[in-house]
């Protein structure tokens, strides 16, 4: 069974980096095709799609977060990352790792973790 | 605003069957496979529907998911109440290319 867990700073500063990874367990990260994939949740329950990962590096972002959000992967640790700058109050949420099927034309997301909520305030 | 829209909440009563209605345009929904999401309080969102109308292991026959033209809808029989819970759907849009998710419906069962 693959699960997913995120781990991270749960209150960040305005203009400061949010930084979070996801550990995978019960999976290789390099196995299968799959998009390790970053989602976040509004206080007001929204759901917006921050981007993914595959295991060579290769990015695929949000267009509108873009500018602002990096991420990485590390096959030895079988982690992902994510790194967010500038934050502001709008960037208060829960943010969810997720792995998506290999099918690019698809939103099968079919593993989640239990999400993490990062609170921005000084 | 969500790209995709769905009513903010539905309800029915237990053994009832309800429908959630989500709308798009050509740019996603009418273009793109649909897949359907259920996130019971305090949890995670869980895959429930893929591919417009498959169900992944374990989901049982009472949800079903079909597409037409840029709207699609998921099918509940059989209510129960811990079906309670918050539905949203999500696809591909191709302009720009990014993976959309609905406002999400809250289901009540009465």
């Known amino acids: 069974q693959v699960q997913l867990q995120e781990s991270g700073p749960g209150l960040v500063k305005p203009s400061q980096t949010l930084s979070l990874s996801c550990t995978v367990s019960g999976d290789s990260i390099t196995s299968g095709g799959y998009y390790w994939s970053w989602i976040r949740q509004y206080p007001g329950k929204g759901l917006e799609w921050i981007g993914y990962i595959y295991y060579t590096g290769s990015t695929y972002y949000n267009p509108s977060l873009k500018s602002r959000i990096a991420m990485s992967v590390d096959t030895s640790r079988n982690q992902f990352s994510l790194k967010m700058s500038s934050v502001t109050v709008a960037d208060t949420a829960v943010y969810y790792c997720?792995?998506?099927?290999?099918?690019?034309?698809?939103?099968?997301?079919?593993?989640w973790g239990q999400g993490i909520l990062v609170t921005v305030s000084s | 605003q969500s790209v995709l829209t769905q009513p903010p909440s539905v309800s029915a009563a237990p053994g009832q069957k309800v429908t959630i209605s989500c709308s798009g345009g050509?740019?996603?929904?009418?273009?793109?496979?649909v897949s359907w999401y259920q996130q019971l309080p305090g949890t995670a969102p869980k895959l429930l529907i893929y591919d417009n109308n498959k169900r992944p292991s374990g989901i049982p026959d009472r949800f079903s998911g079909s597409r037409s033209g840029t709207s699609a809808t998921l099918g509940i029989t059989e209510l129960q109440t811990g079906d309670e819970a918050d539905y949203y759907c999500a696809t591909w849009d191709n302009s720009p290319r990014l993976i959309v998710f609905g406002g999400g419906t809250k289901l009540t069962v009465l």
């Open positions: 997720a792995r998506k099927s290999p099918a690019a034309y698809t939103v099968n997301i079919d593993y």
């Open positions: 050509d740019s996603n929904i009418g273009n793109n496979y």
